[in-house]
């Protein structure tokens, strides 16, 4: 069974730091990221990892957010600083993995709310 399991999420202050980790199990995913939701607005990719390593970032994150993955690939990581009221939103570890297509799976979500 696979499972996604996020921590980390909270309250802070504009400009503060947070970080969040995704615990994975089930299956090794061929990529990995952090998409968020804010009240009234479409969920958003934020990060993604590949396999490779290869890394993408939504422009408004961009020098802010760092995506990593531990070595054994079961572990998702988010560092955000510097944030900024507009980053508050709940935020969902995806995985994917590729069967010819994309199939996805989702974490819970967990609260980030950053206060002006």
């Known amino acids: 069974q696979v499972h996604l399991v996020e921590s980390g999420g909270g309250l802070v202050q504009t400009g503060g730091s947070l970080g969040l980790s995704c615990a994975a199990s089930?299956?090794?995913?061929?990529?990995m990221g952090w998409y968020r939701q804010a009240p009234g607005k479409q969920r958003e990719l934020v990060a993604r990892?590949?396999?490779?390593?290869?890394?993408v970032y939504t422009a408004s994150v961009k020098g802010r957010f760092t995506i990593s993955r531990d070595n054994a690939k079961t572990t998702l990581y988010l560092q955000m600083n510097d944030l900024k009221p507009e980053d508050t939103a709940v935020y969902y570890c995806?995985?994917?993995?590729?069967?010819?297509?994309?199939?996805?799976?989702w974490g819970q979500g967990t609260q980030v709310t950053v206060s002006s």
């Open positions: 990892i590949t396999s490779t390593n290869s890394v």
């Open positions: 089930g299956i090794i995913f061929d990529r």
């Open positions: 995806n995985g994917g993995q590729f069967r010819g297509s994309w199939i996805d799976y």
